[in-house]
């Protein structure tokens, strides 16, 4: 007896407790498709010599954590793209707070055409000179992007914070930008080139995004298909007071999780025909919270951020990345590779799920456990979130029914480790490359059923076959 009872208190569920959770996956029940390259980057301005290198000298380690992900989108923008300027000789315009270079501009361009990855790029709206957004257009952009390296040129960041940051005096509305867009996407069209050229915007935060509809349904008609894609940006949280602060607990709350569920849809339809792209985004906004936003429980926030995206029909999603904020997945320090959890969760998602078509995944659960679940056609993936302070096991039920189970684990020691997580026990080593991540074989047990013990802090995926 004394034998038994030291067994069950060493497993995960002990003897006679319920499981963690109950799933049933139903693979008849589909909904979208995950695109292929769902889910990228965005970076500043500021970033681009550090993070993806110079003439000559490119950052092989970052663009190789770029190639990890497969082919996707690199947004270069952000508050920096309407602060900085474009510059020829690397001098501050008068005006503006930075300079984007030709150097800069290269670096954008032979990144994403060695990675396979596209681009959106941001020009200054915030500047009120039409002609120097477009001279940046065609000096910097159509001098070296292609229709393969170039997915958008985006114009201007966050509008509607615009009164807000004193770039336009009180009382500016959507009518007044639209107007303000409209003068910039014809002067990149009188451009030799320009009326080719994919545009993207608003790139509204959620003070505009309720009336999205408003900026296609403006600007439409004069752009048609120049309006490549509709643009909104999305942080759950933020710290823009600087005196709040932001716990786990906050960042994985139900409350946070359902704002999405609400908000995703709503964005998708406002955009009508054409593609919604959340081309910035995060967990934390104005910088992040440390110990909340750089641990492992924004891993499993993002998780759950892409999947609602996705089964709302968003097209795609970058997360964004400012200098060594605390938010950043991926940043360069001190000529050094750093890598968060939300990296991890990134590539987790490419491999596993772009690609491939949602599911139904129904969960019975008292506990903070999520599901999410795709198939390829063939094997069904089942995706389990831990946000729980426990840890258990976890009953999965597919139809229709499997014989094998591959089980990988992205976990860290707990939901706030900011340096330990792992993705099937491998890391990304110092020249950007992510191991092959070992998994392990499940079997079902004589009811069909699998069995997976979940850890705290952790998120599975188990793949289903016959």
């Not at 000789?89 to 990144?111: N, Q």
């Not at 002067?187 to 959620?206: F, H, R």
């Not at 139904?360 to 599901?371: K, N, P, Y």
Request: hydrophobic share 45%; charged share 15%; proline share 6%.
């Amino acid at each position: 007896m004394r034998a038994l009872a030291v067994a069950c208190a060493i497993a995960s569920s002990g003897c006679g407790q319920p499981p963690l959770a109950t799933v049933a996956v139903d693979g008849a029940r589909r909904g979208p498709t995950v695109p292929a390259g769902f889910a990228g980057f965005s970076v500043e301005y500021d970033l681009v010599l550090d993070e993806l290198g110079g003439d000559g000298a490119p950052n092989e380690a970052f663009r190789q954590t770029m190639r990890n992900l497969g082919a996707s989108t690199l947004r270069v923008g952000g508050n920096s793209e309407d602060d900085d300027c474009w510059s020829p000789d690397g001098t501050t315009p008068a005006g503006c707070r930075g300079a984007i270079t030709p150097e800069m501009a290269r670096a954008i361009f032979s990144a994403v055409d060695e990675t396979g990855w596209r681009a959106i790029v941001g020009v200054n709206l915030a500047r009120e000179d039409a002609q120097a957004a477009a001279t940046y257009v065609r000096d910097g952009i159509l001098a070296n992007a292609t229709a393969k390296t170039l997915a958008a040129v985006e114009i201007g960041n966050e509008p509607d914070v615009y009164v807000d940051r004193m770039l336009r005096p009180p009382g500016y509305s959507e009518a007044d930008h639209r107007a303000e867009f409209l003068a910039r996407a014809d002067a990149i069209a009188a451009l030799p080139d320009g009326s080719a050229l994919p545009l993207s915007g608003p790139a509204v935060t959620d003070i505009w995004s309720g009336d999205l509809a408003s900026f296609p349904g403006g600007v439409g008609q004069s752009l048609g298909a120049r309006l490549a894609m509709v643009t909104a940006h999305w942080y759950p949280l933020n710290v823009c007071s600087h005196t709040n602060t932001v716990s786990v607990e906050d960042l994985l709350s139900s409350s946070v999780s359902d704002a999405w569920r609400a908000t995703a849809p709503q964005l998708v339809a406002a955009a009508g025909a054409r593609p919604l792209v959340v081309d910035e985004t995060n967990s934390v906004a104005c910088g992040g919270q440390s110990g909340t936003s750089d641990a492992f429980a924004a891993a499993l926030w993002a998780l759950d951020f892409l999947f609602t995206a996705a089964r709302a029909g968003v097209a795609s999603v970058q997360l964004h990345a400012h200098a060594a904020r605390t938010y950043s997945p991926i940043l360069v320090d001190s000529g050094a590779l750093v890598v968060r959890p939300l990296y991890y969760a990134l590539a987790l998602f490419a491999s596993r799920a772009e690609g491939r078509t949602l599911v139904d995944a129904a969960i019975d659960s008292t506990a903070r456990v999520l599901a999410f679940a795709v198939t390829d056609g063939q094997a069904l993936t089942l995706f389990l979130l831990n946000e729980d302070a426990r840890a258990g096991e976890v009953v999965v039920r597919p139809s229709p029914s499997a014989t094998r189970g591959s089980l990988l684990l992205l976990q860290a020691p707990a939901l706030d480790d900011v340096a330990r997580t792992t993705l099937g026990g491998a890391t990304v080593g110092a020249d950007g490359t992510l191991a092959a991540p070992a998994e392990s074989a499940l079997a079902p047990d004589g009811d069909g059923a699998f069995h997976v013990q979940l850890p705290v802090a952790a998120a599975a995926a188990l793949t289903l076959t016959n």
